[in-house]
């Protein structure tokens, strides 16, 4: 199966740069996900990456080495409202195509 | 448009009762996903369809879980003679297209169906 690990929980102060890791382990890696999970609420999708390099869209970015297994998801200028859990999820041929998710990050941005 | 919607929001049931839980995806989306989250994780696949037909139901914790999607919208999935260990957040999802070939479409979430049983 997967394994996908991401930090349970980072504190960044508003304006800052957060930088939040996810680690994989795949046999037939096809993508990953990065969803933003506010509290309470249904997680929403931020971005894909399935080739090696950063994408970037406006204060998200996203980053994705296969070769070592690694992505990272980049949030530049933190506002209060980016305070929310961030997930990484990977899909895997090996394992029909479904999404793996990991455990969450939570971020908390104080002022 | 309207987004990927499910019914009950909440739902609290006896152990031993069945529950059956409602998703309507998107309008046009092809594919459905169920999956159960707990507190403070991420979810968990249970089972996923394209069109009407179920492809992938590894994810269903046992027997007493069933989903089905007889007319490729509506979905339901039903629990039986539920447990204390059933109550989760369950949520559904959408995409316009599905896992085969590794599509870029991302899954739209649905609110989510909190499920307590007593």
């Known amino acids: 199966g997967q394994n996908i690990d991401q930090p349970t929980e980072m504190t960044a102060t508003e304006g800052a740069i957060v930088q939040i890791n996810c680690t994989y382990q795949?046999?037939?890696?096809?993508?990953l996900f990065w969803y933003q999970q506010h509290a309470g609420e249904a997680p929403t999708f931020l971005s894909y990456?399935?080739?090696?390099g950063l994408e970037e869209k406006g204060r998200f970015s996203s980053f994705l080495s296969r070769s070592k297994g690694y992505s990272y998801l980049l949030l530049k200028e933190l506002q209060m409202k980016d305070s929310a859990s961030y997930l990484c999820?990977?899909?895997?041929?090996?394992?029909?195509?479904?999404?793996?998710f990991g455990g969450g990050t939570r971020v908390l941005v104080k002022p | 448009g309207a987004g990927v919607s499910q019914s009950p929001r909440y739902k609290v049931t006896k152990r031993g009762q069945d529950v059956a839980l409602r998703c309507d995806p998107i309008s046009g989306h092809v594919s459905l996903y169920w999956y159960r989250q707990a507190l403070g994780q991420g979810p968990e696949f249970l089972t996923y369809?394209?069109?009407?037909?179920?492809?992938?139901k590894s994810g269903l914790p046992n027997d007493r879980f069933s989903a089905e999607r007889p007319e490729g919208s509506i979905s339901t999935l039903t629990i039986q003679r539920t447990e204390q260990r059933d109550s989760a957040m369950y949520r559904c999802?959408?995409?316009?297209?599905?896992?085969?070939?590794?599509?870029?479409?991302?899954?739209?979430f649905g609110p989510g169906t909190r499920l307590t049983v007593t």
């Open positions: 999820a990977v899909r895997d041929r090996a394992a029909g195509n479904k999404l793996t």
């Open positions: 990456n399935v080739l090696d």
């Open positions: 369809f394209n069109y009407e037909a179920q492809q992938d």
């Open positions: 795949t046999s037939g890696f096809n993508g």
């Open positions: 999802a959408s995409s316009k297209t599905g896992l085969a070939g590794g599509s870029s479409y991302e899954q739209y």
